[in-house]
């Protein structure tokens, strides 16, 4: 009970958590509270799904076992649906899967009653979800965006076939190479984006339960109820939005490749195959 | 001579237009989103299970209000 007070009522201000704070330092190295409860999770994951994998039947069982094989059907379907080749999606169905379950879980751990103010350790909370930090969100994004790359470079066969992608014409044309510059530059804008929203989300969510567990005051349980809920809501379709558009920005360039021919050769300034630019003389493209 | 700015704490005042100019795109652009989403169930109730897609967009637009909920941390007087 004590727990859940002190996750609920707040008794001078809300208060807030930004920024992680550091619990002790070994080697040099700087642990903080959200990197101890990401572990925490890491383990607890790493526990469940071994305790799952022995136990999946081909006939479904009743409780959490189904309740985990129908979230990762549901990845798995997202996935193959993204791209046009069932085979070609196969391959990055465990990445994704793992990515989703990774992010639901650190999402979610933030709202249980001993994370936050529950512990503390030299005045700063023990437990912070590792997604409340911007650290962790921007780790978890870099990562994946290098796996897109990657993957991407290996669909499209070599590094300058992956940069003419970019490109919707010849380089050459003064127009197409601004165009491509511009298109190369607001994909690194996608890490940004990615770690931001993932950030934002869950330490906001958290800044707003406190708030109106504040403002609450005596009742502070009724009014902060209505936006725990929400959070819960929101850690899910968090995981699933990161998760949903890694997937897209995979699918884009292997679904480009498989567009065309293996020998065709893109930066042929001739045709622009997009933008609604037709050749003249109606000759078919 | 006292100024007005001495006087009055800016800060708030910059961060409640923050927090009210920031929230106005975003918010129409939330509304636009469901509201076709809801249209097109309308039209034709087939739609409705691009329901997903239309969350995710939802998601992208409410970077930005998250964006100036964040900012208001950084302005201090």
Redo the contacts between chains.
């Keep these: 009970m004590n727990l859940i007070a002190t996750k609920f009522i707040a008794a001078t201000g809300p208060v807030t958590h930004i920024a992680p704070s550091a619990l002790f330092y070994f080697h040099g190295l700087t642990i903080t509270n959200s990197m101890l409860y990401g572990w925490i999770c890491i383990v607890f994951m790493i526990i469940l799904f071994v305790w799952a994998a022995h136990r999946m039947t081909i006939k479904p069982k009743k409780g959490i076992i189904q309740i985990i094989e129908v979230i990762a059907d549901f990845i798995i379907n997202t996935i193959e649906t993204a791209f046009e080749d069932k085979q070609r999606a196969r391959k990055y169905v465990p990445y994704f899967v793992t990515l989703f379950f990774f992010l639901l879980f650190n999402n979610w751990s933030g709202l249980l009653p001993f994370a936050n103010d529950a512990f503390t350790a030299h005045g700063a909370p023990l437990l912070r979800p590792l997604t409340g930090d911007l650290n962790a969100t921007l780790a978890a994004a870099i990562v994946t965006m290098i796996y897109v790359y990657v993957s991407s470079i290996r669909e499209s066969g070599s590094f300058r076939k992956y940069l003419s992608h970019f490109f919707v014409g010849s380089p050459l044309n003064p127009m197409y190479l601004v165009l491509g510059l511009l298109e190369m530059l607001s994909d690194f804008t996608r890490v940004i984006s990615l770690s931001l929203r993932l950030f934002l989300n869950i330490a906001i969510g958290e800044i707003i339960v406190a708030v109106f567990a504040y403002l609450g005051h005596a009742i502070a349980p009724l009014s902060a109820v209505a936006f725990y809920l929400i959070d819960m809501f929101d850690g899910a379709l968090q995981a699933f939005i990161f998760t949903i558009l890694t997937i897209m920005y995979l699918a884009i360039v292997v679904n480009h490749v498989t567009a065309h021919d293996e020998h065709e050769d893109l930066t042929d300034g001739a045709t622009p195959e997009t933008m609604g630019v037709f050749p003249q003389n109606g000759e078919v493209a | 001579m006292i100024l007005l700015a001495d006087a009055i704490d800016t800060a708030i005042i910059g961060k409640g237009l923050m927090i009210g100019g920031g929230f106005i795109g975003p918010g129409i652009g939330i509304g636009l989103i469901g509201g076709n989403y809801l249209q097109a169930v309308g039209r034709n109730p087939e739609a409705a299970k691009f329901l997903?897609q239309a969350?995710?967009f939802v998601?992208?637009v409410?970077?930005f209000a998250?964006?100036a909920?964040?900012s208001i941390?950084i302005v201090t007087k």
Excluded: P, W
């Design positions: 997903g969350l995710v998601a992208i409410e970077l998250l964006l909920f964040a941390f």
